[in-house]
């Protein structure tokens, strides 16, 4: 049980005058706070936040796939969210991202474009960059399934920008090598690095996914062109895949508010079990 001093309930009053209620609702009173581990990709030891609902579970997880940011945080609001429906948040932190060893994969790739080789050839360096942060996802989802109180049979691997395209990769390969991931959900993949090849490269990977994909993008994303391509793929493979454009919003993918209905009616049509 909760207790609420008066305090509470004279900041509530003025925050319902201001109509910002929400604000200090139960659920953003609770504190979820990041647990932090590390976990093994080849010879690299690789961070990653790690957020528990309260209970012993089995929990069903959110694996989350951040973007092209140096230094990615621990999207504590976006954690909170998922787990007040019952998930466990996990978000792997690539090599060469946040305080991981390696080259950091912006830097990597200017250092091939400068090199001023052929279009395909820099592609294939960039497309290879991506496969080795693939090696870290993988290594990161073998190592939550082999935690306690793991729902394996519902395990949703989510990403945004760079990260989506993690997802889209996680999902090729699910096709030729079952990874235990009940679905996938991608936030604008790829964005800035977006071109023809990186659009036929995951369309290719679209069109062998097995397991079903939601796409979720906006107006003004640098992705939309290639995206538009990639949506008649998912709209061929029928329900429950999907892709949906939204109005363009700042950190569209943390803002909860503007997709939860569509997410959790799309996980509900993949048959994801969530613990309430």
């Given at each position: 049980?909760?207790?609420?001093?008066?305090?509470?309930?004279?900041?509530k009053?003025?925050?319902?005058?201001?109509?910002?209620?929400?604000?200090?609702?139960?659920?953003?009173?609770?504190?979820?706070?990041?647990?932090?581990?590390?976990?093994?990709?080849?010879?690299?030891?690789?961070?990653?936040?790690?957020?528990?609902?309260?209970?012993n579970g089995?929990?069903?997880?959110?694996?989350?796939?951040?973007?092209?940011?140096?230094?990615?945080?621990?999207?504590?609001?976006?954690?909170?969210?998922?787990?007040?429906?019952?998930?466990?948040?996990?978000?792997?932190?690539?090599?060469?991202?946040?305080?991981?060893?390696?080259?950091?994969?912006?830097?990597?790739?200017?250092?091939?474009?400068?090199?001023?080789?052929m279009?395909?050839?820099?592609?294939?360096?960039?497309?290879a960059?991506?496969?080795?942060?693939?090696?870290?996802?993988?290594?990161?989802?073998?190592?939550?399934?082999?935690?306690?109180?793991?729902d394996?049979?519902?395990?949703?691997?989510?990403?945004?920008?760079?990260?989506?395209?993690?997802?889209?990769?996680?999902?090729?390969?699910?096709?030729?090598?079952?990874?235990?991931?009940?679905?996938?959900?991608?936030?604008?993949?790829?964005?800035?690095?977006?071109?023809?090849?990186?659009?036929?490269?995951?369309?290719?990977?679209?069109?062998?996914?097995?397991?079903?994909?939601?796409?979720?993008?906006?107006?003004?994303d640098?992705?939309?062109?290639?995206?538009?391509?990639?949506?008649?793929?998912?709209?061929?493979?029928?329900?429950?895949?999907?892709?949906?454009?939204?109005?363009?919003?700042?950190?569209?993918?943390?803002?909860?508010?503007a997709?939860?209905?569509?997410?959790?009616?799309?996980?509900?049509?993949?048959?994801?079990?969530?613990?309430?």
């Amino acid at each position: 049980m909760i207790i609420y001093s008066s305090t509470f309930f004279k900041w509530k009053f003025i925050f319902t005058i201001l109509g910002l209620t929400s604000l200090l609702s139960i659920d953003a009173l609770a504190q979820t706070k990041p647990e932090g581990i590390y976990y093994n990709s080849g010879n690299l030891k690789l961070k990653a936040y790690l957020f528990k609902p309260e209970g012993n579970g089995p929990f069903p997880v959110y694996m989350w796939n951040h973007g092209s940011e140096k230094n990615p945080d621990s999207n504590i609001n976006l954690a909170h969210f998922w787990v007040k429906h019952g998930f466990i948040f996990f978000m792997p932190i690539r090599r060469g991202q946040g305080d991981n060893p390696e080259t950091y994969i912006v830097d990597a790739e200017k250092q091939i474009r400068r090199k001023k080789e052929m279009e395909m050839v820099q592609w294939k360096q960039v497309y290879a960059l991506h496969q080795k942060a693939n090696n870290d996802v993988l290594a990161a989802l073998k190592w939550i399934k082999q935690q306690p109180n793991i729902d394996t049979n519902n395990i949703v691997a989510s990403g945004e920008g760079y990260g989506a395209i993690q997802v889209l990769l996680m999902a090729q390969k699910d096709a030729q090598a079952p990874l235990g991931i009940k679905s996938f959900m991608a936030f604008s993949p790829g964005s800035e690095i977006w071109s023809k090849m990186w659009s036929d490269s995951l369309k290719q990977a679209l069109t062998m996914a097995k397991k079903p994909i939601f796409i979720l993008d906006m107006p003004n994303d640098n992705s939309l062109p290639p995206i538009d391509t990639v949506a008649s793929v998912i709209g061929k493979k029928g329900f429950p895949n999907r892709y949906k454009l939204f109005p363009f919003l700042v950190g569209f993918s943390t803002d909860t508010k503007a997709w939860e209905k569509d997410v959790m009616k799309y996980l509900k049509d993949c048959g994801v079990n969530r613990r309430k």
